[in-house]
């Protein structure tokens, strides 16, 4: 009975679509693989079984397993995988830990997605062009209403200014949502620039409450921001750190309800300095919290308030942040609001030589990207 149930496990493991590894979790040894995974592999039984299981999988860890307690689970996060070859290969994997002959063991199961990478980079970069190319005449549009408001080629009527009023706001909509399509794209491409200068964190806070001010008045929103008195300096780019708090402010005001309150606090944390915004607005689910900041995704409390926006923001703030060596998350509770945290070192580290290789492909990411 025990060799006919063994039987079975063999068959159905080698059966699977999915690649299937077994490790020793004291040695690292793979001790088993199934057909699927010694194909993805590009390894033979007697290549692959008796191996340390980072000469395949996870490469990049270098040697140190990202499963440090046994009974710890991932489910499906991406890594690479080497075959044979040396050639990469984008996986799904989740790692268990499980009792195989009175010894512990981690079962590794994993799914060859190079198609969907392939697929995803087509989108990405169709995407990208179709942005391009919608950014140039949507300047013009805009530029050219803007002359008509004005009231230089001549007088308008209340009818005709009303319909150029919106337009105008409809073409800026559209063209926030393009610049923040090539941002997507170009973050996804690594190739999102970074200027740094030394920058007073409190300073660049206060000039963006005081642009964004009218928006809260409109809805009776207490604005406020909160500092010491003397915080160091950083290291940063401007305009992109504008971008980050403008679009936390903004969404802040969107989500908290008329007579709320929204404010921003700043505080250095040994060597980062922390900023944090803070609403009293309606609050986000916990189970959509961990989702805010995958490109497109938007609370439900966005959906039935009807409130405009792409679920595009988080993303890329996320990403500006992550390129200046911080992080950033969110707290909330529903009913009674949400607060957005980042950190952001005081000095960023001095950058690595580079090879000639590197240098070249460098340079022609900047033309490439200069002329979008």
């Not at 984008?90 to 198609?115: A, C, G, N, W, Y």
């Not at 923040?180 to 200068?197: K, P």
């Amino acid at each position: 009975m025990l060799r006919e149930s063994e039987a079975r496990l063999r068959t159905l493991q080698d059966s699977a679509p999915s690649g299937i590894v077994v490790i020793d979790a004291e040695t690292h040894i793979i001790v088993d693989a199934n057909p699927a995974a010694l194909g993805m592999i590009g390894a033979s039984p007697e290549q692959a079984i008796g191996s340390v299981c980072h000469k395949y999988i996870c490469p990049a860890e270098k040697g140190h397993c990202p499963i440090t307690d046994l009974g710890q689970t991932v489910d499906n996060s991406e890594r690479v995988l080497l075959d044979a070859d040396g050639k990469s290969v984008p996986i799904l994997k989740t790692v268990t830990s499980t009792m195989l002959d009175d010894r512990q063991h981690l079962l590794e199961s994993f799914i060859d997605i190079t198609e969907r990478k392939q697929v995803e980079q087509m989108k990405d970069e169709f995407v990208s062009t179709v942005s391009h190319e919608l950014r140039t005449p949507l300047a013009s549009i805009i530029g050219f209403t803007e002359m008509l408001l004005s009231g230089q080629p001549g007088e308008l009527t209340p009818t005709q200014r009303e319909f150029l009023d919106i337009s105008y706001q409809s073409s800026q909509r559209l063209l926030h949502l393009v610049e923040d399509l090539l941002a997507v794209s170009r973050i996804e491409a690594g190739r999102l620039q970074l200027s740094f200068e030394p920058l007073r964190m409190e300073r660049l806070a206060a000039s963006i409450v005081e642009a964004i001010k009218p928006l809260a008045e409109d809805k009776e929103i207490a604005l406020s921001v909160e500092s010491p008195a003397q915080l160091p300096s950083i290291e940063g780019d401007r305009n992109r750190l504008e971008q980050v708090i403008n679009n936390l402010l903004s969404n802040a005001i969107k989500f908290t309800p008329e007579g709320g309150r929204v404010a921003i606090t700043l505080a250095r944390e040994d060597d980062h300095i922390k900023v944090g915004v803070a609403d009293t607005g309606v609050g986000i689910p916990p189970d959509e919290i961990s989702l805010l900041f995958q490109k497109f995704s938007r609370a439900s409390s966005a959906a039935e308030r009807a409130v405009e926006g792409t679920g595009l923001g988080l993303y890329i703030s996320k990403a500006i942040v992550e390129r200046h060596g911080g992080r950033i998350w969110a707290e909330s509770a529903l009913g009674k609001g949400s607060t957005f945290w980042f950190t952001l070192p005081l000095r960023q580290p001095k950058p690595a030589e580079v090879s000639q290789e590197e240098l070249a492909r460098d340079i022609a990411a900047r033309f490439f990207d200069s002329s979008e």
